[in-house]
């Protein structure tokens, strides 16, 4: 427990400083990642990443692996994202987690790079 209590606040202070969260088509908060951008939508337990390029035009999320550390009452949840077809990857969490929890997501491109979106 204390180890994803760590790495959770590990991925969150190495997220841009200078990050932008705006709101996506898809009724979800934007956030910079890398080179890319993504849009977290949640609901219930389900958590929806949209994958889209710096235009903002959606990216295929075929190859994408990824992870979705969300603080739901002051505690992490760990969801784990596969590609849902076109531009969304998605997972299902444990817990309910509210339509905007803080957090981060961390992708994995097809390439092997890795990219982190923070959410406050």
Do not use: C
Request: glycine residues 14%; charged residues 20%; proline residues 7%.
């Amino acid at each position: 427990m204390r180890l994803t209590t760590l790495i959770a606040a590990g991925i969150l202070l190495a997220a841009p400083a200078l990050a932008h969260e705006g709101r996506g088509t898809n009724g979800g908060r934007v956030a910079d990642a890398g080179r890319y951008h993504v849009e977290l939508v949640a609901k219930d337990r389900t958590v929806d990443v949209y994958l889209l390029d710096g235009s903002e035009k959606p990216v295929p999320a075929a190859g994408f692996t990824g992870t979705a550390i969300l603080v739901v009452n002051g505690k992490p949840a760990r969801v784990a994202l596969a590609p849902a077809g076109g531009s969304r990857l998605t997972g299902t969490a444990d817990i309910p987690l509210g339509t905007a929890p803080k957090g981060a997501v961390q992708l994995t491109a097809p390439d092997g790079t890795t990219v982190s979106g923070k959410f406050n």
